[in-house]
């Protein structure tokens, strides 16, 4: 049975940080690209950042500089570091499995919230 289990949001105000961890199981993790996204009240999902399965990261523009993503493959377990928090990165944040090379096989978490509010 797969599982992803997000943890770690949270209320924080401008200018905090918050770790995101996402737990997983029923698969196998260090084969797979892992990804965190968000969705913010009344907007489309959006991509935040990708951890290849070999290491490499990538992020979008906003949160470069802000955000780390990281994985560790004993652990099955994918992280996002988040600093400097802006009121715009308050969403819903899910982590994503996405097995390369094979169409149609990504799973995902529930989801944690993360407000960013004074």
């Known amino acids: 049975q797969v599982q992803l289990v997000e943890s770690g949001g949270g209320l924080v105000q401008p200018g905090g940080s918050l770790r995101l961890s996402c737990v997983t199981s029923g698969f196998t993790f260090s084969n797979y690209h892992m990804f965190w996204y968000r969705q913010a009240p009344g907007k489309e999902r959006e991509w935040v950042a990708r951890i290849t399965a070999t290491g490499g990261a990538n992020y979008r523009s906003s949160v470069q500089g802000r955000f780390i993503i990281s994985r560790n493959d004993v652990k099955n377990t994918v992280y996002l570091q988040m600093n400097n928090l802006r009121s715009e990165d308050t969403a819903v944040y899910y982590c994503?499995?996405?097995?390369?090379?094979?169409?149609?096989?990504?799973?995902w978490g529930q989801g944690t919230q993360v407000t960013v509010s004074v």
């Open positions: 994503n499995a996405f097995l390369p090379g094979v169409p149609g096989v990504d799973y």
